[in-house]
């Protein structure tokens, strides 16, 4: 790709000012090592793995991109704030064992207190030398003044209500929110726009408003080397912009491995199939869940639970990860 230099390349010492965001059940090591090869950055997703597994992971992407041990490694880790709630008072705490293998950053969100996380990543890091770079995503003005002020965060991922996956509810549009977050903060972290982004015109004219940067996640999935399965990769080529939804009625019927689950306010968009069909003919939960649980037995494609942005309708063929 063509060299594309703002505050967040020189910043990150990247070339061109793209962000792969973390995606559980999407994102890929492989993603991850070829958008370092083609100077973006990347984030593999946390979720509910463990430390080993994530451990596992991130030796994969060393060794790929032939980071010696005790280097930092160009690649992030991202965080749940509600599953950190649960991980780091366990045997098996996520955070330091994530810090120990050096990653470049690290992404928090969805939390009700992720300042307490950024204030010990901030705690480890006083003790070596390498400084890990802090995201943390932000949904409105207030976020991020908290965020920028309060937990002096690196970069803010300023998300809007167009981005696949979970997020704010109440969020607004991209294009709005982005130029009231920068009016607000016009020297402090850096600045990542995200939601619905999908094309380069859109990314120009994101840099143009004054981002320093894009995160992107659905344009991720168009790819080879994308976690999702082929019937996922097919139903994503064939949607359109008004192919995805947004709410809890996608996490209703697809439990988490715990009783928690996401924070008030959040909910997630994703493609539009027989799972919303079955909410808006008013059938209960019982019977959603087992639907969607006798179709995901039977493998058919009508009730597969496809987390995707409104950008979806823009990508139109799976390519690879950095084209």
């Known amino acids: 790709m063509q060299p594309i230099y703002t505050k967040y390349t020189r910043a990150t010492n990247i070339s061109v000012p793209i962000t792969l965001a973390p995606m559980y059940y999407a994102s890929t090591p492989q993603m991850i090592i070829e958008a370092a090869r083609a100077g973006a950055f990347g984030f593999i997703a946390a979720g509910f793995d463990s430390s080993l597994k994530l451990k596992t992971q991130m030796a994969s992407i060393r060794d790929a991109l032939e980071v010696p041990?005790?280097?930092p490694v160009s690649m992030g880790v991202g965080l749940l704030g509600w599953i950190l709630d649960l991980t780091e008072t366990s045997d098996d705490p996520r955070i330091p064992?994530?810090?120990?293998?050096?990653p470049t950053a690290i992404w928090f969100a969805f939390g009700s207190d992720l300042g307490r996380y950024v204030a010990q990543v901030r705690d480890y890091d006083s003790k070596r030398d390498h400084k890990t770079t802090i995201y943390v995503i932000v949904s409105s003005v207030t976020e991020a003044l908290c965020a920028a002020n309060e937990w002096k965060v690196?970069?803010?991922v300023v998300q809007g209500i167009e981005a696949g996956g979970h997020?704010?509810?109440?969020?607004p549009p991209l294009f709005n929110l982005l130029p009231r977050v920068l009016e607000e903060i016009s020297d402090g972290p850096l600045i990542l726009a995200a939601g619905g982004i999908s094309t380069g015109s859109q990314i120009a004219a994101l840099l143009a408003m004054g981002a320093d940067g894009v995160a992107m996640g659905t344009r991720f999935l168009?790819?080879?080397e994308c976690m999702y399965n082929e019937d996922m990769k097919s139903v994503l080529v064939e949607s359109d912009l008004n192919s995805t939804t947004r709410g809890l009625l996608f996490d209703d019927v697809n439990p988490t491995p715990t009783p928690v689950t996401w924070p008030e306010g959040i909910d997630g968009r994703a493609i539009v199939n027989k799972l919303v069909t079955d909410f808006k003919e008013?059938?209960?939960l019982d019977e959603r869940k087992k639907r969607y649980a006798e179709a995901k037995q039977k493998a058919e494609k009508d009730r597969l639970i496809i987390w995707a942005g409104v950008g979806v309708g823009n990508v139109q063929r799976i390519m690879p990860t950095m084209v």
């Open 97 to 102: 064992a994530v810090l120990e293998e050096m």
């Open 69 to 71: 041990q005790g280097q």
């Open 167 to 171: 997020g704010t509810a109440a969020a």
């Open 282 to 284: 008013g059938l209960s």
């Open 222 to 224: 168009f790819t080879t």
């Open 154 to 156: 690196d970069v803010l």
